[in-house]
C-alpha cells in the first residue's frame, strides 16, 4: 500500500470480509471507530511511509498521578515491555495517555482478516494497560497487576 486510493480500497476490502462498516476513512483517510464505549480506535494512512498508524487513548492521569505510572510507560516505551511493539505517548494537555501501533502498509493488504484480529488484540492491550494504570490511579501504594504479554496474545502483522 503506498498511495491513499490503494489504502481506501483495502479499508473497503476489510469492511466487505468483515462486515466492519464503521472502519470507513474521511477525506484525509482518518478512520475513528468508538469501540464498547470505552475507546476510540483511530486508522492515519501516512502515505510518506506507506506505513497505517493505529492510536487509540487508554488513559486520562491526574495531574498528581503516581510516579509510578510514568515509570511504567517509559519502560514500556524505551524497551517495548509489553507493548507488543507499540509505544505510547503522553497528551501535553489533557494528560491522556495514547497508546500507538504502526502496521507495515505493504505486509496489512495481503490479509484484511489478519488485519482486525491484530486491531482486536490491539484493543486487549489496552484495555489491559487501562486496568493497570487504574490500579495505580485507585491505590498509589499498591502495585498494579503486570500486563499479560502480548506475544502470548499472537500480535503480529
Partial sequence: M???DEYKAFLAAVRKNTGL???TPDEGGLVSVRVDGAYTLN???VEATGKVLCFVEIAELPKDAPK?????LLVGGLFGTETAGGHFTLEDESESVIYNYFFDGDVVAGDPEEFVSTLEKILQLCEAWAER???YLTDDTAEASVVESPMDWGLRV
Fill in 2 to 4: 503506498r498511495t491513499m
Fill in 21 to 23: 462498516d464503521m472502519l
Fill in 43 to 45: 486508522l492515519q494512512f
Fill in 68 to 72: 509510578a505510572v510514568y515509570r511504567d
Fill in 133 to 135: 494504570i487504574g490500579g
